[in-house]
């Protein structure tokens, strides 16, 4: 067992973190495997973040096969992590395989191809990737709602603004409501706390509609 695989099975977030940081900080391609595994397993946020860091700082053209076979894993950490260091290797000859996971099973792993499909769709299908991501609006939480809206205004207005018309026809209040909000962020991009207060408030206040009338 190497000194990096005994340190990432400590039970001590610390512990794991400043492995991952001392790897990262001398890059090793031998260390790629465990660190790619670790991945599917690490329950510390910080240290997912790590990992990423110390992943994109070996060679990308080792690094980039290995988790595109991630995206195949059954576990959806190791889907959305291998999405998420994707997402920030900017390798955009993945974008296919990352398309794929836009409809996974995985509300968390759906949220998380969305940001990575944004950073990586090839400008000549960007308006195909907005017409994509249309199709769930008005779906979900407000954190849904407001990762949905974000990766749409990411695009840009001008692919964005066509496809949000066209949503706008539907029939359904919550896609039109969806909608609203989306185009107060492409105005605002910093509406975004607002945006999800003002949600919050219209679902405690349906709740309690439904309360009283239930």
């Known amino acids: 067992m190497t000194t990096l695989t005994s340190s990432l099975s400590d039970p001590r977030p610390s512990v ?25 397993i ?63 099973l995985d509300h968390g792993v759906v949220r998380t191809a969305w940001r990575a499909s944004v950073r990586l769709v090839p400008d000549d299908e960007r308006p195909a990737l907005a017409r994509r991501l249309a199709r769930d609006l008005g779906h979900g939480d407000r954190e849904t709602r407001l ?35 989306v185009r107060r962020l492409l105005r605002d991009p910093d509406a975004a706390s607002s945006l999800a207060l003002e949600r919050a408030r219209r679902e405690v206040a349906l709740g309690r509609t439904r309360s009283a009338t239930g």
Do not use: F, N
């Open 16 to 40: 794991r973190l400043r492995a991952v940081m001392t790897a990262g900080t001398t890059p090793d391609p031998d260390d790629l495997d465990v660190l790619v595994e670790q991945c599917a």
């Open 42 to 104: 690490e329950p510390d946020l910080q240290v997912r973040e790590v990992l990423t860091w110390a992943l994109v700082r070996l060679p990308a053209e080792l690094v980039v096969p290995r988790l595109v076979e991630q995206l195949a894993r059954p576990e959806p950490q190791a889907r959305s992590q291998a999405l998420h260091t994707l997402s920030k290797i900017g390798d955009r000859s993945v974008y296919p395989a990352v398309a794929e996971l836009l409809g996974d």
């Open 147 to 181: 990762a949905l809206g974000r990766a749409l205004v990411d695009l840009g207005e001008d692919v964005v603004a066509p496809v949000l018309d066209e949503a706008q026809q539907r029939q359904g209040d919550g896609v039109r409501e969806h909608v609203e909000d």
